[in-house]
């Protein structure tokens, strides 16, 4: 009977073994799991947050872009105007320097035709006239 019972508990304690290596392996196995899951989750949430903060990121660039596009309209819009009126100045001052010139031109011209219509026509008086104006300092048109 010792044998027997000998036996017994070898083969008990082999059982044991057995079920406690598959056991073992069994909740080891689902630890894994349940590791891969949490570590699979907490992945998810980190990719969720760097979503978010892009997302979050495009938005404000994008608010920054529309910002500089109105700036950039509104300095062409200021440029455009102040270039405008420097044309606009400048129209004016040359029709004024051609004016001027004109009537320059013009008094010089009934001078010298008064020169000429005299009589006797003083003919040195406009010929010297026009040496003057000739040999005068000329300024570039």
Known sequence: MSAVVTTVIAALS???ALASLFLYLYFGRRSDLAAAREEAL??????????????GRLESLERQHKQGKADCRRRIRELQSA??????????????????????????LNDLRRDLERMPPDVDAALT?????????????
């Open 14 to 16: 082999a059982f044991a």
């Open 42 to 55: 907490a992945l998810a949430e980190t990719r969720r947050q760097v979503i978010r903060d892009l997302q």
């Open 83 to 108: 270039l405008d009126k420097t044309r606009r100045q400048a129209r004016e001052e040359a029709y004024r320097t051609q004016h001027f010139y004109a009537s320059a031109f013009s008094d010089l």
């Open 129 to 141: 006239r026009i040496r003057k104006l000739l040999a005068g300092p000329r300024t570039a048109a």
